[in-house]
């Protein structure tokens, strides 16, 4: 059974720093396509950034410049580096596993697998 989760949120004050981890099992995951989603109270599931098996990647404009998805494919493991928080990045973070990297892949609709999620609050 394919398990995603998620390590790493907190509390940080605004222009800090989080790391979040995301560990895959149940089976080899280093051809997939890897995302990471943001989940704020009272509203919808919003894309964050994603990585394919090539490595390329791709960003919300709210998190480019200040954000880093990375992967290591031997340890079936995604990474969410967050610099530069701010308030309005609160929210629950949630990894999520798909295949391909159709102009979609900012779509909760084309990821099929989904952890539990991590809350990251920012204070101001």
């Known amino acids: 059974q394919v398990q995603l989760v998620e390590s790493g949120g907190g509390l940080v004050q605004a222009g800090g720093s989080l790391r979040l981890s995301c560990a895959a099992s149940?089976?080899?995951?280093?051809?997939?396509?890897m995302g990471w989603f943001r989940q704020a109270p009272g509203k919808e599931r919003e894309f964050v950034a994603t990585i394919n098996w090539w490595k390329d990647t791709s960003y919300a404009d709210s998190v480019k410049g200040r954000f880093t998805i990375s992967r290591d494919n031997a340890k079936n493991t995604i990474f969410l580096q967050m610099n530069s928080l701010k308030p309005e990045d609160t929210a629950v973070y949630y990894c999520?596993?798909?295949?391909?990297?159709?102009?979609?892949?900012?779509?909760?609709?084309?990821?099929?697998?989904w952890g539990q999620g991590t809350q990251v609050t920012v204070s101001s």
């Open positions: 149940g089976r080899t995951f280093s051809s997939d396509t």
């Open positions: 999520a596993t798909g295949a391909g990297w159709g102009p979609e892949r900012d779509s909760p609709h084309f990821y099929n697998g």
